[in-house]
């Protein structure tokens, strides 16, 4: 039982009284259980993590790399999955990268800890990069930081546009806001 709750209290938004609801609804419920085993065993057959981007495949496909229609030199670089799954339903046309995080000093995530370096390999003098970045603290410092990294590297550093409100996570954000941001995203100066 505690090593159950303990598994559930490291989903976000999951804390100790509604892991043990959850525990308890498993136990007592012989068909949410098989649903909740079934649909976790297709979950590790049919998915995994895209080795490129960051993002996921579905049955070995990536929405984002292997899709020949997408403009295969402008990469939206967002914090987390979640980013990225948004940035997939807004109708942006190019490739992604997931950092996996943000840069926070005060949690001792640094850059080497994010998959910025995996970033740096996909750039050539051809590519622009959309910082599609929480508008966080956080967010903006590692915007800055990979501004200042690949600045002289790329074709263009673009971050993503103040349409979303500072402080705004992109994972909460609609759609049409999102598309919004990222029609209306601003250059970021050299030098």
């Known amino acids: ?55 996921y495949k579905f049955q070995n496909k990536c929405s984002f790399c292997d899709d020949e229609l997408r403009d295969k030199n402008f990469i939206c670089v967002v914090s987390f ?34 998959k910025i370096k995996e970033l740096f390999a996909r750039i050539n003098k051809e590519v622009e990069i959309l910082l599609a970045l929480n508008l966080t603290f956080e967010g903006e410092v590692t915007a800055n ?3 200042n990294q690949l600045k002289n590297n790329i074709k263009g550093i673009t971050r993503i546009a103040r ?14 806001t999102l598309e919004d941001a990222i029609n209306n995203r601003k250059n970021i100066e050299k030098g």
């Open 163 to 176: 349409g979303i409100p500072l402080g705004g996570v992109l994972d909460y954000m609609d759609s049409k």
């Open 145 to 147: 930081y990979i501004a």
């Open 1 to 55: 039982m505690d090593e159950l709750i303990e598994i559930l209290k490291q989903f976000d938004g999951v804390g100790n009284k509604a892991a043990k609801k959850i525990f308890f609804q498993i136990m007592t419920s012989k068909s949410k259980k098989d649903k909740l085993i079934e649909t976790i065993n297709k979950i590790s057959e049919s998915y995994s993590i895209c080795e490129r981007c960051n993002f």
């Open 81 to 114: 999955i979640t980013d990225a799954q948004k940035i997939l339903e807004s109708n942006f046309k190019g490739l992604i990268h997931v950092l996996n995080g943000e840069i926070n000093l005060n949690k001792n995530i640094q850059p080497e800890n994010l």
